[in-house]
């Protein structure tokens, strides 16, 4: 099993260029989480979704969307990149609440 | 809402010494869950332990070892005879039973451990 896999690893952005980030798991969790790492602050939860077709926003969602098509992935989206946003993003998923979440390798963005 | 105080940015040790990692957190639920979570240079995270609230039995996994305390609201880390491969950085987390899909991350602390 991968577990929770991640693309790109690493990517440059101009302000204002929209990406699109994948996290794919292969354990059938129903749970799926990003979050973004900024120095000193810890990892903050930015959307999540508890299953196929749902999504919730977390602690800082502004400036991203996602979307969850299908039980393995979880996209998330960053319509116009802004300087702010660059970060290290994780992708976790966990089996059911209050579980244990299994993250990702990150990417790592930078803004321009 | 819930918080988690890890007060501690830095902490250097040589080898073989023991260090305790603390964590302090704050949440008005009385079913949570508490984790601890490495992640080494490499930068991925890598899961350690998970306890609830209604399990306050320390835990002791071969050199790491946790103490969780209610009443100090506490879940401290403990490493004995630390190595190398200790140096990470460790995050303590806590999520909320009435709010189980926010897990909140201390801001970490940084181990370095010198041979």
């Known amino acids: 099993n991968a577990g929770v896999t991640q693309t790109p690893k690493f990517r440059v952005l101009k302000t204002g260029q929209s990406m699109t980030l994948l996290c794919a798991q292969d354990?059938?969790?129903?749970?799926m989480y990003w979050y973004r790492q900024d120095p000193g602050m810890g990892l903050r939860l930015i959307h999540y979704?508890?299953?196929?077709?749902?999504?919730a926003k977390g602690e800082v969602p502004d400036g991203y969307n996602v979307s969850r098509l299908k039980k393995q992935n979880f996209l998330l989206g960053l319509e116009s990149a802004a300087p702010s946003q660059t970060s290290v993003y994780f992708c976790?998923?966990?089996?059911?609440?209050?579980?244990?979440?299994?993250f990702g390798p990150g990417t790592r963005l930078l803004v321009l | 809402a819930q918080k988690v105080t890890q007060a501690q940015t830095e902490i250097s040790v040589v080898e073989k010494e023991d260090v305790t990692l603390d964590c302090v957190y704050e949440?008005?639920?009385?079913?949570?869950?508490l984790f601890w979570y490495k992640q080494p240079p490499s930068g991925e995270l890598v899961f350690l332990i998970r306890?609830?609230?209604?399990?306050?039995q320390n835990e002791i996994s071969g050199r790491y070892s946790w103490n969780f305390q209610k009443s100090t609201s506490s879940f401290n880390f403990t490493i004995t005879a630390s190595q190398v491969v200790d140096s990470a950085v460790y995050f303590c987390?806590?999520?909320?039973?009435?709010?189980?899909?926010?897990?909140?991350f201390g801001a970490g602390t940084r181990l370095t451990v010198k041979p």
């Open positions: 987390a806590l999520s909320e039973a009435g709010n189980n899909n926010d897990m909140r």
């Open positions: 976790a998923s966990s089996y059911m609440e209050w579980e244990t979440q299994y």
């Open positions: 979704s508890v299953g196929e077709g749902t999504t």
């Open positions: 354990m059938n969790h129903e749970y």
């Open positions: 306890r609830n609230s209604f399990d306050e």
């Open positions: 949440t008005r639920d009385t079913t949570y869950y």
